[in-house]
């Protein structure tokens, strides 16, 4: 029982900690990503090479993987999304046009994996000793994963409940009208929200690529599973984003466990359709 | 000194504004008076920013503002208080009032803006950690020309600041109007209600179909025939 809920909870946080990062680029910068696995599944990638070649400790590497996130988003913002921005009349048109070229996005990070890695598993083993927990047994990658995923998570909302930077996110998110009138570049905080989600799905895979193994062609996997997150925990809501997280982990280490494998992405959906009918904008959405 | 010169705003073929000009100065209270869709929302927005000028320019203390974004014209000392109020619901009084000193311009003086906006709407004291969204229209109000407040203003601009509010609340919002004016800012209001926005202030400007069709001191309105006829209920 206990083994499932830590389990659960290891899934679940790095669910939260991936859905942080898109539900900060769909809430805050209007772009619902569609390459956001991939930039993930690159992460990992980079961790494995970073470990296996160049022996960088997985979590000395996630300052290097974080921050490449970061700048790598920065420039697909730059040059791919401005222009769209600039064209968009309204909020819906710029969803769609970004759904649409994130989707070819997808295909050339995908194609680029492929051809630099091929389409096989990959996995390293890093901290793969059992530890003793809570009466149960854990594999040590996977404590590491969950307490990582639960400290990025408290310092993302530290950072957005606790200084002008983050309200200044914030109030883009909920308000993006009146945002102006408050002397908010809404343009600026675009930008950087974009930067930062690619930050958390940079650092995500890192954490990921800790204790999972992983194929060049897994991304999209994780970009359903990230956007069933955000639309559960509210488009744009960090203590949305980790509430649903934690939650879908529970539900689908326990389904596993208790009732049929086979079964986990049915009971996801199952309560991804129920919590949306009893409320349509997620668990801390605006109403 | 804040100018309007030929103001003109359209919306694609629609003429909103059609050449309006007219000046504020520091620490007086203009009102432009007029019916719905006379054009009023629309020259506030295009001296904040937020709408285009199709012609015309805002030229605040000698420097032309045409042209410059929304969230830059608040650091040259204009704020802008929307029909609608444009507070952030989800967001405590206190945390709206604190965004708003987000222009360069104010972070100084944050702490102390901040302590004015208190004595002058105590209420929002009170009620520093409560949501926003959770308040009475009139609070809302308050939020609203406190987080104008905090960006420290030469110029306020107040769209309907009684629109959907119970009299006796229209009458205090205008009492604490006078308190802001008396620490030196000029007040550009447009107003539908004629009888309390002309008691506060200086002058005020007709405003039809876009066009300016009259002005005066507020005495001289208060007691025009045509202001009687068309605001007032037509009653001697």
Same mark, same amino acid.
């Given at each position: 029982?206990?083994?499932?809920?830590?389990?659960?909870?290891?899934?679940?946080?790095?669910?939260?900690?991936?859905?942080?990062?898109?539900?900060?680029?769909? #809430?805050?910068? %209007?772009?619902?990503?569609?390459?956001?696995?991939?930039?993930?599944?690159?992460?990992?990638?980079?961790?494995?090479?970073?470990?296996?070649?160049?022996?960088?400790?997985?979590?000395?590497?996630?300052?290097? @993987?974080?921050?490449? #996130?970061?700048?790598?988003?920065?420039?697909?913002?730059?040059?791919?999304?401005?222009?769209?921005?600039?064209?968009?009349?309204?909020?819906?048109?710029?969803?769609? $046009?970004?759904?649409?070229?994130?989707? #070819?996005?997808?295909? +050339? !990070?995908?194609?680029?994996?492929?051809?630099?890695? #091929?389409?096989?598993?990959? /996995?390293?083993?890093?901290?793969?000793?059992? &530890?003793?927990?809570?009466?149960?047994? +854990?594999?040590?990658?996977?404590?590491?994963?969950? &307490?990582?995923?639960?400290?990025?998570?408290?310092?993302?909302?530290?950072?957005?409940?606790?200084?002008?930077?983050?309200?200044?996110?914030?109030? @883009?998110?909920?308000?993006?009208? /009146?945002?102006?009138?408050?002397?908010?570049?809404?343009?600026?905080?675009?930008?950087?929200?974009?930067?930062?989600?690619?930050?958390?799905?940079?650092?995500?895979?890192?954490?990921?690529?800790?204790?999972?193994?992983?194929?060049?062609?897994?991304?999209?996997?994780?970009?359903?599973?990230?956007?069933?997150?955000?639309?559960?925990?509210?488009?744009?809501?960090?203590?949305?984003?980790?509430?649903?997280?934690?939650?879908?982990?529970?539900?689908?280490?326990?389904?596993?466990?208790?009732?049929?494998?086979?079964?986990?992405?049915?009971?996801?959906?199952?309560?991804?359709?129920?919590?949306?009918?009893?409320?349509?904008?997620?668990?801390?959405?605006?109403? | 000194? *804040?100018?309007?010169?030929?103001?003109?705003?359209?919306?694609?073929?629609?003429?909103?504004?059609?050449?309006?000009?007219?000046?504020?100065?520091?620490?007086?209270?203009?009102?432009?008076?007029?019916?719905?869709?006379?054009?009023?929302? /629309?020259?506030?927005?295009?001296?904040?920013?937020?709408?285009?000028?199709? $012609?015309? /320019? @805002?030229? *605040?203390?000698?420097?032309?503002?045409?042209?410059?974004?929304?969230?830059?014209?608040?650091?040259?000392?204009?704020?802008?208080?929307?029909?609608?109020?444009?507070?952030?619901?989800?967001?405590?009084?206190?945390?709206?009032?604190?965004?708003?000193?987000?222009?360069?311009?104010?972070?100084?003086?944050? $702490?102390?803006?901040?302590?004015?906006?208190?004595? !002058?709407?105590?209420?929002?004291?009170?009620?520093?950690?409560?949501?926003?969204?959770?308040?009475?229209?009139?609070?809302?109000?308050? &939020?609203?020309?406190?987080?104008?407040?905090?960006?420290?203003?030469?110029?306020? =601009?107040?769209?309907?600041?009684? *629109?959907?509010?119970?009299?006796?609340?229209?009458?205090?919002?205008?009492?604490?109007?006078?308190?802001? %004016?008396?620490?030196?800012?000029?007040? =550009?209001?447009?107003?539908?209600?004629?009888?309390?926005? =002309?008691?506060?202030? $200086?002058?005020?400007?007709?405003?039809?179909?876009?066009?300016?069709?009259?002005?005066?001191?507020?005495?001289?309105?208060?007691?025009?025939?045509? &202001?009687?006829?068309?605001?007032?209920?037509?009653?001697?």
């Amino acid at each position: 029982m206990l083994e499932h809920v830590v389990n659960g909870l290891v899934l679940g946080g790095t669910y939260a900690l991936v859905a942080m990062g898109l539900t900060i680029q769909y #809430g805050i910068a %209007r772009i619902m990503n569609l390459s956001f696995g991939d930039t993930i599944i690159a992460a990992c990638f980079a961790t494995y090479v970073l470990f296996s070649v160049f022996a960088i400790n997985p979590i000395l590497a996630l300052l290097i @993987v974080g921050p490449t #996130g970061y700048v790598f988003n920065l420039l697909i913002y730059r040059f791919i999304m401005k222009p769209l921005v600039a064209r968009a009349p309204d909020e819906g048109a710029l969803e769609v $046009d970004s759904i649409l070229v994130t989707f #070819g996005l997808l295909f +050339v !990070i995908q194609g680029v994996l492929l051809v630099m890695f #091929g389409g096989g598993y990959t /996995s390293y083993s890093f901290l793969n000793s059992p &530890v003793s927990m809570l009466g149960t047994v +854990v594999a040590g990658n996977r404590l590491v994963a969950l &307490v990582l995923s639960l400290t990025f998570g408290a310092v993302l909302v530290g950072v957005l409940y606790r200084t002008r930077w983050g309200m200044i996110l914030r109030a @883009v998110a909920t308000a993006p009208q /009146s945002a102006p009138l408050f002397g908010i570049d809404t343009n600026r905080a675009a930008r950087t929200a974009f930067a930062v989600g690619g930050a958390l799905a940079a650092t995500g895979g890192g954490v990921v690529s800790m204790f999972q193994t992983f194929t060049a062609t897994a991304g999209v996997v994780f970009t359903m599973k990230a956007l069933i997150v955000v639309i559960l925990g509210g488009k744009g809501s960090v203590p949305g984003a980790i509430v649903a997280g934690l939650l879908l982990g529970l539900v689908e280490t326990f389904v596993a466990a208790y009732i049929d494998p086979g079964l986990t992405l049915a009971a996801v959906y199952t309560v991804f359709l129920v919590l949306l009918l009893v409320r349509p904008n997620g668990l801390f959405g605006k109403a | 000194m *804040l100018e309007l010169k030929n103001l003109t705003v359209r919306y694609g073929k629609h003429l909103a504004v059609d050449g309006v000009s007219f000046s504020v100065t520091k620490g007086e209270a203009v009102v432009v008076l007029g019916a719905n869709g006379a054009g009023k929302s /629309s020259i506030l927005k295009a001296v904040a920013g937020t709408v285009a000028l199709s $012609d015309g /320019s @805002v030229v *605040l203390g000698g420097e032309t503002l045409t042209g410059i974004p929304a969230h830059k014209v608040t650091n040259h000392g204009i704020a802008l208080v929307p029909e609608g109020r444009g507070v952030i619901g989800r967001m405590t009084v206190e945390e709206n009032l604190r965004l708003g000193a987000t222009p360069q311009r104010a972070r100084a003086s944050e $702490d102390d803006t901040m302590a004015q906006v208190f004595e !002058i709407f105590p209420r929002l004291k009170e009620r520093r950690s409560q949501f926003v969204h959770t308040m009475s229209g009139g609070e809302q109000q308050m &939020v609203a020309v406190g987080r104008a407040m905090m960006s420290k203003p030469d110029y306020l =601009l107040l769209d309907e600041p009684s *629109l959907g509010l119970a009299p006796i609340v229209v009458g205090d919002m205008f009492k604490a109007l006078a308190r802001v %004016r008396e620490t030196g800012v000029g007040l =550009l209001i447009v107003e539908q209600n004629v009888r309390i926005s =002309l008691r506060h202030a $200086d002058r005020g400007y007709l405003l039809e179909a876009g066009r300016i069709t009259g002005s005066g001191t507020s005495e001289e309105l208060m007691n025009d025939a045509a &202001v009687r006829q068309a605001f007032l209920g037509g009653d001697t």
